[in-house]
């Protein structure tokens, strides 16, 4: 391994495969933080440990990982990576789940001041599942299932106050 590089496979929130070089990094219990090169360019980059599928100790056996990667996920045959069906563009679609009824009233209110579209439960075209504390494991599962974005209260007030969509946890 090159000094202070990491290198792995990371499956986003999307279910998204990729494979990353992480280098001049640190790490915190949850996350690794550091330099990735994202097409073509290098980029700050937060990585969800848990996110990790493999770790590799070279550059060429995460190259050699990749290929075999990209040849099963492009296979025809396979139909679990392929992604769903495009959202609707009219609407942007958010629910809120395991939060106090006070916070989700707060929530809801922000969303709906961002033309956000708020539905009471995972639809079909939703585009983003805002969970809190309490948040139970079936309606997580079935947005997961349906390459929803999941994003904790933190990541959604972020994309609220910016319009950036992180794709990992807000520390």
């Given at each position: ?107 809801i209110e922000l ?61």
């Amino acid at each position: 391994m090159e000094a202070n590089e990491l290198y792995f496979i990371y499956c986003s929130q999307r279910m998204n495969l990729s494979a990353i070089r992480l280098f001049d990094w640190s790490e915190s219990k949850e996350h690794y933080q550091g330099m990735a090169e994202v097409d073509g360019d290098i980029y700050f980059r937060t990585y969800r440990k848990d996110c990790i599928v493999e770790s590799y100790e070279s550059l060429a056996e995460l190259a050699k990982a990749e290929h075999s990667l990209q040849e099963f996920i492009n296979s025809p045959e396979n139909i679990h990576f392929n992604r769903p069906a495009p959202k609707p563009v009219d609407t942007f679609d958010v629910h809120f789940t395991g939060f106090k009824k006070d916070d989700k009233a707060r929530l809801i209110e922000l969303a709906k001041s961002a033309n956000m579209k708020v539905r009471g439960e995972v639809t079909k075209h939703l585009n983003v599942l805002c969970y809190g504390y309490n948040a139970g494991s079936k309606k997580l599962e079935k947005a997961r299932a349906q390459g929803v974005m999941i994003i904790n209260e933190p990541e959604f007030l972020h994309f609220i106050e910016t319009g950036e969509v992180v794709d990992c946890a807000i520390s």
